[in-house]
């Protein structure tokens, strides 16, 4: 019973693309997260989601557009993909408040060419 | 502003202990948090703080001081599998959100 699961594990794209990356969690958590691990390991979050409505966008691109259908969900879609867009991309949830430990999703290694 | 400084690489021998430093400052604090990310795994959950002291789980503690902005990480009786980055991470006063750290890098060698 995966906790946290995202689609797909990889993903190689050429230049100018759109994508689109699924999240899911069935642990009844209502916060979730989008979080970027580049090549040098820094994890930096992108987004973060309470029961569907954004509270957290650290200054991410336009051009990506996170979507939350319900609290169990989260999908994220880039626009016109770079090359600087290359890196793992975490889903994360957890329970809203203190000591809110995340669980995360297995990663998502964009590959943009 | 917010940084969270560690140790970019360890190298500790197995069965030994090692201990793995993260500093801080941050401009609210609900927290502290350490990760464990195997290499092409998700990170996943060690140890929380957020009062004074040691916290002891298993081979794994973990130190807060909050007036020095600083932790630590202790692995005890390492093994091959204790190789991994080791991740920590702020819970930010205002928002919740978690700062990570670099990371560590930790090789645990025979």
């Known amino acids: 019973d995966t906790a946290v699961s995202q689609t797909p594990k990889y993903l190689v794209t050429q230049m100018g693309n759109d994508k689109s990356i699924k999240c899911e969690q069935n642990?009844?958590?209502?916060?979730m997260y989008w979080y970027k691990q580049d090549s040098k390991k820094f994890l930096k979050i992108m987004f973060s989601y309470n029961n569907k409505e954004l509270i957290i966008n650290e200054t991410v691109p336009n051009r990506f557009s996170p979507k939350s259908p319900d609290k169990a969900h989260l999908n994220l879609h880039i626009n016109s993909l770079e090359l600087g867009d290359s890196a793992v991309y975490f889903c994360?949830?957890?329970?809203?408040?203190?000591?809110?430990?995340?669980?995360f999703g297995q990663g998502t290694r964009l590959t943009v060419v | 502003g917010q940084n969270i400084d560690q140790p970019t690489e360890m190298t500790a021998t197995e069965g030994a202990i090692v201990q793995i430093n993260c500093t801080y400052q941050t401009s609210g604090f609900n927290g502290l948090f350490w990760y464990q990310q195997h290499a092409g795994e998700a990170p996943t959950f060690l140890s929380y703080?957020?009062?004074?002291g040691l916290e002891e789980k298993g081979r794994f503690s973990s130190f807060l001081s909050r007036s020095k902005g600083y932790s630590y990480l202790l692995l005890k009786e390492l093994q091959m599998k204790d190789s991994a980055s080791y991740l920590c991470?702020?819970?930010?006063?205002?928002?919740?959100?978690?700062?990570f750290g670099t990371g560590t890098l930790l090789a645990v060698q025979p």
């Open positions: 642990l009844g958590h209502d916060t």
């Open positions: 703080n957020v009062l004074d």
């Open positions: 991470a702020v819970q930010d006063g205002a928002t919740n959100k978690l700062i």
């Open positions: 994360a949830s957890s329970f809203a408040g203190r000591r809110t430990e995340a669980f």
